[in-house]
């Protein structure tokens, strides 16, 4: 199993390329599953998420042909529309196929994703609105099994809670839906709008996007189309927190405007990070300036608010900043598994519930850690550009999910960073 050896207290200076968001490239590989025609993605990332996700289209008879990052993409028709646990399991962005198939072919059988309990999960927000679409669902042996008479029909769906995942399913659904679909309280992200905008151009009729009530008008078929996917905006914060945490000055490359203007707005708060936007708004200039004591009160939100996917980031990166800063955590109860792991090195951290409390710490001293989960493990490796001495990272598998060449990324900004197998 790989490690990550880090030795860190270096400042970062240089050029990242961005690679393709992660989070839109998973829908809307599963978007394929609409059409016969082919579809051509480019900017896919290399990440073991996209690899589940070919295995599993693949499996469901998409011939997949991957030059690089450019992916086509022909959808036809399956033997069987199982999508098996050893398929599923890998990862939640897997349930996304759900909607495309229920809504091109009528009927699908899926397992829980991850071993996820029916109850007060996401998941049931998915299931809820497809009901409402004309699905009638049965759930055995830890399967999800939908059957629809005739075409989805169109529906008004109210969300009890934002998801991006449910209202990705429901949007492409709802593209091939007889009548009129709109879904209220839907989430906003970029990735949200990036899928929509591949739909449209598969002849889907969307508006709405990027706000709270979409509306989707169905159609019979949707056709062939080339698309590129959106910058990784959690991949560029990142990279930003990385910057914050040990000093210097990144530019980062393949970024947009949009995910210039939401890093300005979330990091606003840091005085002594500055972010600037060239070359017309695809470069994001970060720069650490002088240490200024600071003193943070920061509440995960949906978007446009702060990530909750940069939230280890930021707790990693204020570790040596003096001042008191709060962390609060309102999307997922139990994302704090990196805490023990910063403590390990020397953290002064104190958890109360929801709420991360940072401490300016005498000494981050390098250490082994164990990676709990991707963001955790991006979290550790921020720590360990910080620390004094070798951090040993384990498990870095995780951080394989969501970022691409990220040792190679920070070896060219003046990292001591290498990958070691055991």
């Known amino acids: 199993m790989d490690k990550i050896e880090i030795t860190g207290g270096d400042s970062l200076n240089g050029k990242i390329k961005i690679s393709g968001s992660k989070n839109s490239a998973l829908p809307i590989l599963a978007a394929a599953l609409l059409t016969e025609e082919k579809i051509s993605v480019s900017n896919v990332p290399n990440l073991s998420d996209i690899f589940s996700m070919l295995e599993l289209l693949r499996s469901l008879n998409v011939k997949i042909i991957k030059k690089k990052n450019n992916i086509d993409l022909i959808s036809s028709t399956p033997k069987s529309l199982l999508a098996h646990y050893n398929l599923v399991r890998k990862m939640r962005a897997s349930f996304l196929i759900l909607g495309p198939l229920l809504a091109r072919y009528g009927n699908a059988k899926v397992s829980l994703p991850g071993g996820c309990a029916i109850g007060n999960r996401p998941v049931n927000l998915h299931l809820d609105g497809l009901e409402k679409m004309g699905v009638a669902f049965k759930v055995e042996e830890g399967y999800i099994t939908g059957t629809v008479n005739g075409r989805l029909k169109g529906a008004k769906i109210n969300l009890n809670k934002i998801s991006v995942g449910a209202t990705e399913n429901l949007i492409m659904a709802a593209t091939l839906a007889e009548g009129t679909t709109i879904i209220n309280n839907a989430a906003k992200e970029p990735e949200i709008s990036d899928l929509s905008k591949l739909l449209i151009k598969m002849g889907a009729r969307i508006k709405g996007f990027g706000t709270k009530k979409i509306i989707i008008n169905g159609v019979r078929k949707l056709n062939r189309c080339s698309y590129k996917i959106m910058p990784d905006r959690i991949e560029s914060g990142t990279f930003a927190l990385c910057v914050f945490g040990c000093g210097g000055k990144v530019k980062l490359e393949n970024v947009n405007n949009e995910i210039c203007n939401h890093l300005i707005k979330v990091f606003k708060q840091l005085k002594s990070l500055e972010l ?75 958890q109360i519930g929801s709420k991360i409390i940072v401490k300016n710490c005498k000494k981050l001293k390098g250490a082994e850690v164990m990676a709990t989960d991707l963001r955790a493990s991006s979290c550790l490796v921020i720590a360990a550009l910080m620390a004094d001495g070798k951090t040993t990272i384990n498990r870095v598998y995780h951080l394989d999910r969501g970022y691409e060449n990220l040792e190679k990324k920070l070896k060219l900004c003046g990292a001591k960073i290498k990958r070691v197998q055991s």
């Open 276 to 350: 600037k936007k060239t070359d017309n708004g695809t470069s994001l200039l970060i720069q650490k300036n002088k240490n200024e004591e600071i003193s943070l009160s920061v509440k995960t939100r949906e978007y446009p608010g702060f990530p909750t996917d940069l939230q280890a980031q930021l707790t990693a990166s204020l570790l040596k900043t003096k001042g008191r800063s709060e962390i609060v955590e309102n999307i997922f109860e139990n994302r704090f598994m990196h805490i023990s792991e910063l403590i390990r090195m020397g953290a002064n951290l104190k």
